[in-house]
């Protein structure tokens, strides 16, 4: 008999329909609610704490120190082989990106949620928890450590992303894919990460900020955050690592001042990389101090930064390799 910890924390999944104005509620419907509507195997026995009830796009960094104190709690009861964590689909990538980063491989640990409330016609969220309970349950997702499940679909929260604002098939892997599928009670996993790096985390998470380049950007968002003494700073640049002068210029000030600066790209795919030297490129950024952010997406570098200076290590662009 396998035992799951069902983790609750709102969203979608747990919502209900307003009567009078016909829109969704978040949070209103508990985990022991949704799980009584599952078809589970016959081997596999549950049990449900809420930590938090807040649509995603509330979460905090407080909130994801919260939720990562419970799953490490849950994860020392030797009674419990796995865990499942529902949240709104918004930050989803974020959350479960950053217990990749804080929770080690062991037992598995999966995050899930919903595109469609409970009440409403073609919900998913029957279907993804009760697939995700099935993921936590199997003995070879225990390699994984930390992954999501959308629409029968595992996927690595390095890459995942959520492709669409409505659609039930709502999370890409974007170039990589997908690890494996959770078929009815079967689950088929393919491949398994390469690279598993886990930080010690004890206190608050710092303030790190993206700011994000576009045609003619200035620097004045990146002299903003230095006046508010931000711990760190994801520059969301174009292309191979390009922004202009202007820019650049507020890199070398944020350095100066002591701002740990990493440098990502608005691409999906493709490093950033030194290709060309002109001075509002990855070139000058890196004389000047930035780290090279390689393929990280702006939102999983600056969790990465976050959770980096919290463990008190030295960010190089060697962590962003991967």
């Known amino acids: 008999m396998s035992h799951i910890k069902l983790l609750t924390t709102g969203g979608t999944i747990a919502s209900k329909r307003d009567p009078e104005t016909g829109l969704q509620q978040t949070g209103l419907i508990s985990g022991e609610e949704l799980a009584e509507k599952l078809n589970l195997h016959e081997n596999i026995n549950i049990s449900v704490e809420e930590i938090i009830k807040v649509s995603s796009s509330a979460i905090t960094f407080e909130n994801l120190i919260t939720i990562k104190d419970a799953v490490l709690n849950a994860l020392e009861d030797d009674d419990v ?16 990106y950053f217990l990749s980063q804080v929770i080690p491989a062991g037992k598995a640990v ?3 949620g919903s595109q469609r409330g409970p009440e409403l016609i073609g919900t998913d969220a029957y279907a993804n928890l009760q697939d995700s309970i099935t993921l936590a349950a199997d003995a070879d997702a225990a390699k994984i450590g930390v992954s999501v499940l959308f629409n029968s679909k595992i996927f690595m929260p390095r890459f995942v992303k959520k492709m669409s604002a409505m659609n039930v098939d709502g999370f890409g892997g974007g170039g990589t894919g997908y690890l494996g599928l959770v078929d009815g009670h079967d689950v088929k996993i393919y491949q398994h990460p390469a690279h598993s790096n886990t930080y010690n985390v004890e206190g608050q998470l710092p303030e790190v900020d993206i700011i994000k380049c576009a045609l003619g950007t200035d620097a004045k968002f990146i002299d903003c955050a230095i006046d508010h003494k931000v711990a760190g700073l994801v520059i969301e640049t174009m292309g191979r690592g390009h922004a202009n002068d202007f820019v650049a210029a507020g890199v070398k000030r944020a350095v100066d001042a002591g701002i740990k600066v990493v ?44 959770v980096m200076i919290a463990a008190g290590e030295e960010v190089t662009a060697e962590d962003f390799k991967y």
């Open 81 to 96: 082989d796995g865990i499942v964590i529902t949240h709104g689909t918004d930050t989803l990538e974020e959350t479960s």
């Open 110 to 112: 999966v995050v899930t």
């Open 263 to 306: 440098i990502t790209s608005a691409s999906d795919e493709g490093d950033v990389k030194v290709a060309y030297d002109f001075s509002g490129g990855i070139s000058k950024f890196e004389k000047d101090g930035a780290v090279n952010g390689g393929s990280y997406d702006s939102k999983k570098a600056r969790l990465k930064l976050a």
